[in-house]
């Protein structure tokens, strides 16, 4: 795609998320003790069409309580988008949600998508700017948790921010507060962020959500190990690990892990990794940000809370047990 941005500012070109960055940090994560991967490497293209899946599950209240939330409030943060501003957004995926923000806000002159897979961006793009011929779109290509510099020729305009989809909880606590410093140092003072948090904390919801009956949640998570089998010459038999989703109460997160189910050994290149039975691979942390905790957090980062939104799940399978999504209008100082 000729009009891809590759964009990282303090990152050299050849650490663009693929297979040398993921052969390394997999080699890394998976020689301490516990074992962990990267959960950005989750989104091979496989990976991206599982996530858009997993959103579209009975029990995973996550997408369709925000998408509630938005069809609510997208005319009063369209509010707080200037006139000629560029919207970013941090890990666009499908851009299926910037679409409440897009068609609230005919202000808007340009549109810059990041994420770290090519193939999502490359879709996205080519639909956006089939829907909406008037707005210029440049996606760019980055791991969005470095540090970033837009392309010169968007200096001149105002900045807005969007970071739906409860992404913000794949961070700790620490990394999210470094996350939104440094993207209040990108968007500038005055610049607004429209952040996504989940904030449910129900473990009768986060179980099904994470552990889906079909089973398209533990495929997203095994599709890791298929990536390091196809791009690191590994030897994974996905037959002898399972999916497992832990609701860790006193760090208030869901944890994904992948499960070994014997004592094996298994190839990354030339280095041989060890499991014990029943030793796990740690993927993901998926935190679920109380509002008032969110909020601290932001404002040392830099940010003032203009406006806070919750919404509770409009179609709950089980009667007494909701998820709850927020949206924060957030305003850098």
Avoid at 161 to 187: H, M
Avoid at 251 to 279: C, G, K, N, W, Y
């Amino acid at each position: 795609m000729t009009d891809l941005i590759q964009c990282m500012a303090s990152t050299a070109e050849d650490e663009l998320p693929g297979p040398d960055l993921l052969c390394r940090d997999a080699l890394a994560g998976l020689s301490r003790t516990p074992k962990t991967l990267p959960s950005k490497h989750f989104y091979d293209a496989h990976g991206s069409d599982l996530f858009e899946e997993i959103c579209l599950l009975d029990e995973y209240y996550v997408t369709r309580t925000e998408e509630a939330q938005l069809r609510k409030i997208a005319t009063t943060l369209s509010r707080a988008i200037p006139p000629g501003a560029a919207l970013v957004e941090f890990g666009s995926g499908a851009s299926v949600k910037t679409r409440r923000i897009l068609d609230a806000s005919p202000q808007l002159s340009a549109y810059l998508p990041i994420d770290i897979s090519e193939a999502a961006l490359a879709h996205a793009a080519a639909r956006i700017r089939a829907s909406y011929p008037a707005l210029e779109v440049a996606p760019i290509r980055a791991d969005f948790t470095a540090d970033i510099t837009l392309p010169e020729r968007f200096g001149a305009r105002p900045l807005v921010g969007f970071f739906p989809g409860s992404t913000i909880g794949n961070f700790t606590p620490d990394e999210a507060e470094t996350f939104l410093a440094n993207v209040r140092r990108l968007l500038g003072a005055g610049a607004c962020l429209m952040l996504g948090a989940d904030s449910t904390n129900d473990p009768a919801v986060l179980g099904p959500a994470y552990d889906d009956r079909s089973g398209v949640t533990a495929a997203f998570n095994l599709n890791l190990l298929t990536r390091l089998n196809r791009e690191c010459g590994a030897d994974f038999d996905l037959g002898r690990f399972e999916h497992r989703a832990v609701w860790n109460a006193g760090e208030s997160r869901i944890e994904m892990h992948l499960v070994s189910l014997a004592r094996q050994e298994v190839r990354i290149a030339d280095t041989r990794v060890p499991f014990a039975p029943h030793e796990t691979i740690h993927t993901e942390n998926s935190y679920k940000y109380q509002p008032d905790f969110l909020s601290a957090l932001a404002s040392r980062a830099g940010w003032a809370v203009r406006q806070v939104w919750q919404e509770s799940d409009p179609a709950p399978l089980s009667p007494g047990h909701a998820g709850t999504f927020c949206t924060y209008l957030l305003e850098g100082r």
